[in-house]
């Protein structure tokens, strides 16, 4: 099994890949509660959210933590896995997506 930038056995959190994991993290965050929000008002306005908008955010949210997928590979077995890693993302992603436009 191979060591990655999150899990256990990697270097402590001061290590700079791990910091901007976090960051990544913290705007994938950010962007998922904005879009909660403006879903929330329009709901409660009696509106219904634009699928692009909801298509645009996971598009962007996919190629961000793709991106930073990318960036964990530190080993051999890492670089086998990732196209695993980030073809499950991309499979997670496209479930919504159809759920959204027919």
């Known amino acids: 099994m191979s060591v990655t930038a999150l899990s256990p056995e990697a270097s402590p959190s001061d290590d700079k890949l791990v910091r901007e ?5 913290s705007r994938l965050h ?4 904005r879009l909660n929000s403006r ?5 409660y306005d009696g509106e219904s959210i634009d699928p692009q908008e909801v298509l645009r955010y996971l598009a ?3 190629d961000r933590a793709a991106a930073m997928a990318v960036k964990t590979v530190t080993d051999h077995d890492a670089a086998l896995g990732l196209p695993q890693r980030v073809e499950h993302l991309f499979e997670e992603i ?3 997506v159809f759920t959204i436009v027919p």
Do not use: C, D, S
């Not at 994991?21 to 993290?25: I, L, P």
């Not at 950010?30 to 509660?33: G, L, R, S, T, V």
């Open 21 to 25: 994991w976090k960051a990544v993290r």
């Open 30 to 33: 950010e962007a998922e509660h």
């Open 94 to 96: 496209a479930e919504v």
């Open 60 to 62: 962007k949210t996919y």
């Open 39 to 43: 879903y929330a008002q329009r709901k």
